[in-house]
C-alpha cells in the first residue's frame, strides 16, 4: 500500500487567496483525521471523519477553513481566505477501528502563506 | 491549552547515553501511545499502551503508563544518532480514535 498520500508537498501562496489540500486515506481505513503541526503549539487536531461523516470540527480555527470527504478515498481542507498566521504544516492521517488506534500519517503540506 | 505536557522540550545528548522522557497531563486518557517523527515526515507509531502500570518493551526503548492513566514515560538505553527525531505523546479520551498530542520533545544524538 501507498500508504497516505498527501498533495501538494509544498505550497505558497498570497494572502487572502484560497488554499486546497489534498489528501487520499489508506484504502479500507475509517477514519480520516487532519492535523496542523506549528512551533507555537505543536500538532493540532483540526477535524476528523468517520465513514466520510465529519464527527468533530471542534479544532477548525476559523470559519475560513472547512473540510469534505466526498467518498471514502478522498478528502479536502480548505483554507479561504488565507492568512499569513495559517502557515504550517497540515497532516492527513487514517486509520482503522479493526487495527486498533493507530494512526497513519501522511507526509504532510508545507503551506506559506506570505 | 495542551491537554499533554512533555518535558523536556528539547533534549541533546551523546551516542550512549540513557534518556528519559515525560508526558504528563491532569486529565485520564483511556490509551496513551508514543510516535517518533523525523524531519519532513509524519510522525510514525511506536506503542500503544492501554492499561495503568503498563510497562512495554520495544528493543532500547521502554514505555510506562502511570497507574492513574495520566502520564506516561519513554526511557531509551544507549541511544544512538539514529534515535534522532521528535518524540510525541498522544492520549486517548474514551473510546474513540480522536488522540490529543503532546507538545513534542526534539532529541539529538549525537555521534
Known amino acids: 500500500d501507498a500508504g497516505v498520500i498527501q498533495s501538494p508537498r509544498h505550497e505558497v501562496t498570497e494572502m487572502g487567496q484560497e488554499v486546497t489540500l489534498r489528501c487520499k486515506p489508506i484504502?479500507?481505513?475509517?477514519?480520516l483525521f487532519w492535523y496542523r503541526q506549528t512551533m507555537m503549539r505543536g500538532l493540532e487536531l483540526l477535524i476528523y471523519?468517520?465513514?466520510?461523516?465529519?464527527?468533530?470540527d471542534s479544532g477548525m480555527p476559523e470559519d475560513r477553513f472547512s473540510a469534505k470527504m466526498p467518498n471514502a478515498s478522498f478528502s479536502t481542507l480548505k483554507i479561504q481566505p488565507s492568512e499569513p498566521r495559517d502557515s504550517a504544516v497540515y497532516f492527513c492521517?487514517?486509520?482503522?477501528?479493526?487495527?486498533?488506534?493507530?494512526?497513519?500519517f501522511g507526509q504532510g503540506t508545507r503551506l506559506t502563506v506570505v | 491549552t495542551q491537554l499533554l505536557e512533555q518535558s523536556p522540550q528539547f533534549l541533546s545528548i551523546q551516542e550512549g547515553e540513557n534518556l528519559t522522557v515525560y508526558c504528563n497531563s491532569s486529565?485520564?486518557?483511556?490509551?496513551l501511545q508514543w510516535y517518533r517523527q523525523e524531519p519532513g515526515e509524519g510522525p510514525v507509531l511506536l506503542v500503544t499502551?492501554?492499561?495503568?502500570?503498563e510497562v512495554k518493551k520495544l528493543k532500547r526503548l521502554t514505555f510506562q503508563f502511570g497507574d492513574a492513566r495520566k502520564d506516561s514515560s519513554l526511557h531509551i538505553t544507549a541511544a544512538q544518532p539514529g534515535d534522532t527525531g521528535l518524540y510525541l505523546c498522544?492520549?486517548?479520551?474514551?473510546?474513540?480514535?480522536?488522540?490529543?498530542f503532546g507538545t513534542g520533545t526534539s532529541l539529538t544524538v549525537i555521534p
Open positions: 492521517a487514517s486509520s482503522y477501528v479493526g487495527g486498533g488506534t493507530e494512526a497513519f
Open positions: 484504502s479500507g481505513h475509517d477514519y
Open positions: 471523519f468517520n465513514n466520510n461523516v465529519p464527527i468533530d
Open positions: 486529565s485520564v486518557f483511556s490509551s
Open positions: 499502551v492501554v492499561t495503568g502500570g
Open positions: 498522544a492520549g486517548a479520551r474514551g473510546t474513540g480514535n480522536q488522540f490529543y
